[in-house]
């Protein structure tokens, strides 16, 4: 199984035909670009039109009931004030941030990444129970990880089984901490991602390095800050950034698990966006609110690209 | 030296062996439900274990149809996006041209964007092009969905084949699309499996797709008919649920068992994805 690093944009292919340049037609570049056409042209239909759609349906007032439904008209950048101006939405972007941060940068990163050490040091037969178990949690389809997971959380549920069991008391973590309980079933499920691109990571560190830098005194926390880390920066960016945007999309889970409430306490961006475009009938809103959510993705993939070309140059 | 390796390695499999423990809990509660007939949300061992419940749900509304649709819905956007991956993989990974950077700087940014977000413009526009409730119109954009993600594994494997190899047919006057077939594509299948799986596996298990883009019951797959155990009367059948929760999971547990004997496992996904 190839694990090629995998090159950026910035890496050249290994390519023995170059073109362009070579004096070439241009007729006969154009012919070899044609198996990209089926590709190009699904994404252009169904992606790029989708988000031209949505640049212009944001500043119309569109709704598929009442006035926005028989005469669509240009609002300008109502939605976007009615948005900031809104209580829900603000609510919405905190919780957002709340759940992102708790569970895809603290939670699946710091797991994902603790894992991948510990099973570099362990047995084999305990690194596959363990890697079979996480993986196995990825791999179930989202609702039916949302049921395990509310199952888990629930007043009779294991959770509180254990709980009771040690002699703390259990509570309703749907009803008292929903943020909280939704960000740790999102670890539960998201976690064999980010063990999955470490371990891949750390498997390419030479071992004479880490030998050397214990040879030399370096104790565990050392080596892993000052010899470890720092070779693996590049996977920690990499991963960081997918994480980040898989979890701002996050839908079917909180959907299936508390429908954003009870209230709105869990009410992420993307509950609330389609709350109100289909709930609601609100279609001009709601991709307003979308287009903030893209911008918010397309920021972070920029930077994203920028780390990843500034790695390359 | 020599005893404290040791006691590291053991605290390694200690923590190890805790945190394992915690992911398999949640699901003990699927397990012991699927097999009590009266069963809640209190994990339980049943003091009758039968297989009521999954007699129960085999048939052809609750299961056999669903399934079938999520197999028709995820199968055919999956080899949909497979077939346009390779495609489009081979003049990027083989000719370098003005092109590239520009187009691969694109797809890499595409996989970053939010497709929650483009659901509401995407029910806008299949409204406009009378695509919505067509299992077509669903596979194509679920195809969509997953290409830029799937162009960028593929590209990745594709340049770890040995170019040379492709260099002496073409001397021998092979076309592109023949070296891709014969020469390229035996020797990436692995690559080919993996992605292939796991573009699979992530539409299994997708649920807002289908369920904005989807309307008739006969058509709805099994990651969103599972909303039906919930109805208008109130209390779900936990056991059936967990029953049903069983056999629409199989499927991807099976393909997954397939890649970790044969491919390597999630592995080599994670060696394809770190960059």
């Known amino acids: 199984m190839t694990t090629t690093v995998a090159p950026t944009a910035s890496t050249p292919a290994p390519s023995g035909k170059t073109s362009g340049r070579s004096g070439k037609p241009r007729a006969a570049n154009l012919i070899r670009m044609l198996p990209l056409s089926p590709a190009i042209g699904l994404m252009l239909v169904f992606l790029a039109g989708p988000i031209l759609y949505c640049v212009y349906a944001a500043f119309t007032n569109m709704a598929l009931t009442g006035t926005g439904a028989a005469n669509v008209k240009f609002v300008g950048v109502d939605n976007f004030r009615k948005a900031f101006g809104s209580g ?16 895809a940068i603290i939670g699946q990163n710091t797991l ?25 949690a990825w791999v179930l389809p989202e609702v039916v990880a949302a049921y395990l997971l509310s199952a888990f959380f629930n007043d009779d549920g294991t959770l509180n089984v254990m709980l009771h069991a040690v002699g703390l008391p259990g509570q309703d973590w749907l009803y008292a901490a929903p943020i909280i309980a939704v960000s740790l079933a999102n670890i539960w499920r998201g976690t064999a991602f980010s063990m999955l691109v470490y ?20 104790g565990g926390w050392r080596r892993l800050a000052f010899v470890t880390l720092p070779m693996i920066t590049r996977a920690i960016m990499t991963n960081l950034m997918l994480i980040t945007l898989q979890t701002l999309s996050v839908f079917g889970l909180i959907f299936a ?21 289909f709930s609601f009938s609100q279609i001009g809103y709601g991709t307003a609110i979308a287009l903030v959510m893209l911008a918010i993705g397309a920021v972070f993939s920029l930077i994203y690209l920028r780390g990843l070309n500034s790695e390359a140059a | ?72 819905l995820c199968g055919g956007a999956a080899l949909l996006t497979m077939v346009c991956a390779v495609l489009a993989a081979y003049p990027l990974s083989r000719f370098r041209t003005r092109f590239n950077r520009p187009f691969l700087l694109t797809v890499l940014f595409c996989t970053g964007l939010p497709i929650t977000a483009v659901m509401v413009p995407v029910y806008g526009l299949f409204v406009q092009l009378n695509l919505v409730d067509t299992l077509g119109g669903t596979i ?55 992605v292939l799986i796991f573009t699979f596996i992530g539409m299994w298990g997708n649920f807002f797709v289908p369920f904005m883009l989807l309307l008739s019951p006969e058509r709805l797959p099994a990651s969103v008919s599972i909303f039906t155990f919930f109805g208008q009367y109130g209390e779900p059948n936990y056991g059936q649920l967990a029953a049903y929760s069983l056999i629409y999971t199989m499927p991807v547990l099976l393909l997954y068992l397939l890649l970790s004997r044969k491919l390597g496992g999630a592995f080599a996904l994670g060696g394809a994805i770190k960059g």
Do not use: C
């Open chain 2, 1 to 72: 030296m020599i005893a404290r390796d040791r006691m590291s390695k053991l605290a390694s499999n200690l923590i190890l062996l805790a945190i394992g423990v915690l992911f398999v809990l949640p699901l003990l509660w699927v397990l012991f439900a699927s097999i009590n007939r009266t069963a809640g949300l209190r994990v339980e061992f049943p003091t009758h274990p039968t297989l009521g419940n999954f007699k129960a749900v085999l048939n052809t509304d609750t299961t056999y149809r669903p399934v079938l649709n999520g197999i028709i």
């Open chain 1, 112 to 136: 994902g990444l603790g894992l991948a050490l510990l099973m570099r040091k362990s047995t084999k037969l305990v690194r596959n129970f363990v890697g079979t178990a996480v993986i196995g």
């Open chain 2, 140 to 194: 194509m954009f679920m195809a969509t969905s997953a290409l830029p993600f799937a162009i960028w594994l593929t590209k990745t494997f594709m340049d770890g084949v040995p170019i040379s190899l492709e260099e002496a047919a073409w001397v021998d006057g092979a076309g592109n699309m023949r070296a891709l077939r014969a020469i390229v594509l035996p020797l990436m299948w692995p690559g080919i499996a993996v």
């Open chain 1, 257 to 277: 698990m508390t429908r954003g409430g009870p209230g709105t306490k869990s009410q992420t961006l993307p509950l609330y966006m389609y709350e109100q475009a």
């Open chain 1, 199 to 218: 371990s891949a990571a750390l498997s390419e560190i030479p071992k004479e390095i880490e030998e050397s830098a214990e040879m030399d005194g370096a």
């Open chain 1, 88 to 103: 829900a939405f603000t609510n919405a972007i905190w919780l957002t941030l709340v759940f992102t941060l708790i569970s």
